[in-house]
Structure formats: structure tokens, C-alpha cells
């Protein structure tokens, strides 16, 4: 083991700690923020996820609604009970759980949020936003990912970020982030060819691929930095996109799965909805 571990869930708990005190200051102003999570259908691990982020929020303060659906509910339906938290005065951020059923169209439901309470930052409004680099509501795994990155210290301006999956929820996003902070970046996916090649060449390498233990040292080079945004569950144990045993003595840092970008990713959740609480004065 020679790489440093990039500990998120340390992170997490600190910055969790300072979200507390940002909650307790916005309480004597008579604001609690107000998040809902709505989930659509029985999944377990959505199930596990929402759990995690409701714990979190009564952690800080935040004020948490579930809203539970069917799995046979409406596209209808579903964009009127947004509707509804569109207009509660009460919530500061909403959150649809995805994956969601297939007969109803995810756009349609991302769009549907206002934009000043799309807490994931997954609103069409708020990626332009995040392109051009105005403030907004950064989408929450990337911004984990960044901010992770720049609290052990690792420049990134000028560095070869490399990412491998190009998601709109974690691999275009993240990369577009670090090209915002100067890096250039390399996107590879499952039609890349040659995909080693490109992958040795990263100065950050960034997995978001959704295969476990996809990448191994073989396909890393010495000294550079990977972050395993991977979360699988194989013989009922998570683990991530990278070979943990084989790539950490290959990188110089590594995040581990569990508790690594995971929390983080609760954390800028929570971020984003005291921010957008803030934003009611
Ligand atoms: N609208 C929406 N927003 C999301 O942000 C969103 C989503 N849908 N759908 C599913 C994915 C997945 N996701 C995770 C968040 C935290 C952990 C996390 O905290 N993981 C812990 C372990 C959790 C465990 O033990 O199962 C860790 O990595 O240490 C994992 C996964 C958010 N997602």
C-alpha cells in the first residue's frame, strides 16, 4: 500500500459539522430548511440510499419528507406531486430517487423542478449554468469529487483528468467541472477503444463506468490519482469500479468504496438544500 487514502466519510462528518452551525444561524432567522425525497417504487438499494439521506438530514437539522409512490403511478401524476413541492413553501430542494420506471420518461420529471429547488443539479437550466461556470447548484457526486480532490491539496490546474463513463449524473458533469478548474480532459466510455491506453495516461483518473473492479493497476499509471466513483454490490458486498487490492499500490491517492465519494455525495445534497434555504431571503 503505498497510495494515501482519500477519506471521505471523515470529510463528510466535518463538513457536516460546519452544515449544523450553518442550520442553527439560518433557525434564528425562522428558517428551517426543507428538503423531500420522492421514491418511485421498491427498489432495496434506492431504499438504503433515501435512508442514508434522511438520517443525514435530521443529523443537521435539515427538515426530510419521504414521499413514497407506487411503481404503477402516472408520468401524470408524479409531475403533479412536483408541482405541488414546486409550490410548498416549506421545501427548499427535491429530489426524485433514479432510477425511476421506465414508462415514465426521467427528462420530463428532471424538468419539472424548478429550477431554484433542483438540489441535484440535474436541471437542464443549472447544467448550462454549471458549463458556463455561473454559481449554482452543482450536481452532487461531482462536486464531492472536487471538493475532496482540493481539500488533500492536489492541483488541477493543467493536470490530465482522465474519466471513464459519461453518465449525466456523474461522468459528464465531473468532467466538466475539473475542465472549469483548468484541467484537460479526456473522456472515455464503454465504445472507447483502447481504453488502457488512455487510462494510463491520466494524471486523475476519475471510474464512473458502473463495472466492478473494472480498472486494475495494469490500466493505471504510477503516481497518478484515482477516484472510484463505483458503487456495486457483489456477493452482497460494495465495492467499486477499481481493484482497490491491486491499484493501491499503483496510485499515489485512492478513494476507497465504502467511504469514499458515497458520503460526500450526501453532504453536497445537504449543502445545496441549506444554500437554496438561504436563497429564500
Ligand atoms: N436523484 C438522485 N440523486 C442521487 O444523488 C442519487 C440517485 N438519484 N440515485 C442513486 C444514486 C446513488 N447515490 C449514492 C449516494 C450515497 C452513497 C453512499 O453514501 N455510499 C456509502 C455506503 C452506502 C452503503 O453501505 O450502501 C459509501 O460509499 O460509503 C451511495 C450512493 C446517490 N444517487
Given amino acids: 500500500m503505498s497510495a494515501v487514502l482519500l477519506n471521505g466519510k471523515e470529510l463528510a462528518a466535518k463538513k457536516r459539522e460546519q452544515l449544523k452551525k450553518d442550520v442553527e444561524e439560518l433557525s434564528t432567522k425562522g428558517i428551517t430548511p426543507g428538503l423531500a425525497v420522492i421514491l418511485v417504487g421498491e427498489d432495496p438499494a434506492s431504499k438504503t440510499y433515501v435512508g442514508a439521506k434522511q438520517k443525514a438530514c435530521e443529523q443537521a437539522g435539515i427538515h426530510s419528507v419521504l414521499i413514497k409512490k407506487p411503481d404503477t403511478i402516472s408520468e401524470e401524476e408524479l409531475l403533479a406531486e412536483i408541482d405541488r413541492l414546486n409550490k410548498d413553501e416549506m421545501i427548499d430542494g427535491i429530489l426524485v430517487q433514479l432510477p ?46 472536487l471538493v475532496m480532490l482540493k481539500e488533500a491539496a492536489i492541483e488541477l490546474e493543467g493536470k490530465h483528468v482522465v474519466v471513464v463513463g459519461r453518465s449525466n449524473i456523474v461522468g459528464k458533469p465531473v468532467g466538466q467541472l475539473l475542465l472549469n478548474e483548468n484541467a484537460t480532459v479526456t473522456y472515455t466510455h ?86 437554496s434555504a438561504r436563497n429564500r431571503q
Fill in 100 to 145: 425511476i420506471p421506465k414508462h415514465i420518461s426521467e427528462q420530463a420529471v428532471i424538468e419539472r423542478i424548478a429550477p431554484n429547488k433542483d438540489v441535484d443539479g440535474f436541471h437542464p437550466i443549472n447544467i448550462g449554468k454549471m458549463m458556463t461556470g455561473e454559481d449554482t447548484f452543482l450536481p452532487c457526486t461531482p462536486h464531492g469529487v
Fill in 190 to 275: 464503454s465504445r472507447t477503444k483502447d481504453l488502457r491506453a488512455m487510462t494510463k495516461q491520466a494524471d486523475i483518473l476519475i471510474v464512473a463506468i458502473g463495472k466492478a473492479n473494472f480498472i486494475s493497476a495494469e490500466d493505471v499509471k504510477p503516481g497518478a490519482v484515482v477516484v472510484d466513483v463505483g458503487i456495486n454490490r457483489v456477493d452482497g458486498k460494495l465495492c467499486g469500479d477499481v481493484d482497490f487490492e491491486s491499484v493501491k499500490d499503483t496510485a499515489s491517492y485512492l478513494t476507497p468504496v465504502p467511504g469514499g465519494v458515497g458520503p460526500m455525495t450526501i453532504t453536497m445534497l445537504l449543502e445545496n438544500t441549506v444554500q
